[in-house]
């Protein structure tokens, strides 16, 4: 499954910003507006669209973009 198309478009949706070129070291200082409550919106959007779960034992875990498209890679 091709993870970083979709993903891209979930970043660029949730920050609002279509020049978003995500890379797996890419984290929260690289993206204007990416505080807590952008993060939330992120996980449920990714949730929603790759059907799956991220618990809350796991968030606290994805420190980066690398992060998150392994554990999508990981429940898909």
Same mark, same amino acid.
Request: avoid cysteine; proline fraction near 0%; charged fraction near 55%.
């Given at each position: 499954m091709n993870i970083i198309e979709p993903l891209t478009h979930i970043f660029r949706a949730v920050f &609002? &910003?279509? &020049?978003?070129?995500l890379t797996r070291e890419m984290n929260a200082d690289d993206i204007d507006g990416w505080d807590s409550f952008a993060h939330l919106n992120l996980l449920m959007s990714i949730e929603e669209f790759f059907e799956i779960t991220i618990s809350d034992e796991e968030a606290p875990g994805l420190r980066n973009v690398g &992060?998150?498209?392994d554990i999508i890679k990981l429940k898909t």
């Open positions: &609002d &910003d279509e &020049d978003i070129t &992060d998150l498209m």
